[in-house]
C-alpha cells in the first residue's frame, strides 16, 4: 500500500497488510453480519491503534471495511494514509463529512472516528449509514434489531456532522470498553450475527 512502507518499522500496533488466514472485514460481512457483542471487541482493538498511531501524529485517513482485517482474536489494519494527509479514498461512504468530497483536507482523529463509526454499522447490518439530509447525521434506526440502545447512541455521536461533537478516539474506546465489561442486554437480540441473503440497503431496489 503506497504510504505505509517508509513508516511501517516505526508504527505501534498490527498496522501491516495482513497473512495468513485473516479476512477482511468487507468478505467476512459479505457472508454473516457480525453480533453487537463482536463488533464492541473489534471496535475496541481497532480503536487502540488508532490511539497508538495518534500519540505519533498520525491519522489512519483510509478507514473502511477493506482496511480491516480479522483473526480469531486478532484486527489488523492497512491502507495507512500519510502523516496528517490522504489521497482519495476507494469507499467515500467512510469519509467524515469535513473532508470534502475531493478528500483533499488534512485527515484529522476525528475524521477517523466518524470513519470507524460507519465500519462498526456496516459490520451490524451490512452498508455503511447514509446521512437523513445534507447536514445531518445518518439514521441509525435500522440498528435497531441489530444492537442494543447504548451501542447505537454511541455510533450516533461517533457520526455526528460537526467534528467537535464525535467522541475522542480515548473517549470512544472507553466507551466500548465499558460497553464490553457490561454486557448490556445479555440475552441475544433478534437478527444479530445473520447470515446475508440479498440484504440490501434501505431504499435500494433490487434488480
Given at each position: 500500500m503506497?504510504?505505509?512502507?517508509p513508516a511501517s518499522p516505526d508504527l505501534p500496533g498490527h498496522w501491516c497488510v495482513p497473512l495468513g488466514d485473516l479476512i477482511s472485514l468487507e468478505n467476512c460481512v459479505a457472508r454473516r453480519t457480525l453480533p453487537w457483542q463482536e463488533v464492541v471487541q473489534r471496535g475496541r482493538k481497532i480503536l487502540a491503534l488508532l490511539l497508538a498511531w495518534?500519540?505519533?501524529g498520525i491519522s489512519h485517513g483510509f478507514l473502511s471495511p477493506r482496511a480491516v482485517w480479522l483473526g480469531d482474536e486478532e484486527v489488523?489494519?492497512?491502507?495507512l494514509g500519510m502523516h496528517g494527509f490522504a489521497g482519495p479514498s476507494p469507499i467515500p461512504e467512510y469519509w467524515a463529512p469535513e473532508r470534502g468530497p475531493d478528500s483533499v483536507r488534512p485527515v484529522t482523529p476525528a475524521a477517523d472516528v466518524y470513519a470507524l463509526g460507519a465500519v462498526l454499522a456496516y459490520a451490524l447490518v451490512g452498508y455503511p449509514p447514509r446521512p437523513l439530509s445534507l447536514g445531518a447525521g445518518?439514521?441509525?434506526s435500522h440498528l435497531q434489531l441489530s444492537a442494543p440502545d447504548p451501542i447505537r447512541l454511541l455510533l450516533a455521536k461517533m457520526l455526528s456532522p460537526a467534528p467537535e461533537d464525535?467522541?475522542?478516539l480515548r473517549a470512544a474506546l472507553l466507551a466500548l470498553s465499558a460497553l464490553e465489561e457490561r454486557q448490556p442486554g445479555a440475552?441475544?437480540?433478534?437478527?444479530h450475527g445473520r447470515v446475508r441473503r440479498g440484504l440490501r440497503s434501505p431504499g435500494r431496489k433490487s434488480g
Open positions: 503506497a504510504g505505509e512502507a495518534e500519540a505519533r489488523r489494519l492497512s491502507d445518518p439514521d441509525l464525535r467522541p475522542t440475552c441475544p437480540l433478534p437478527g
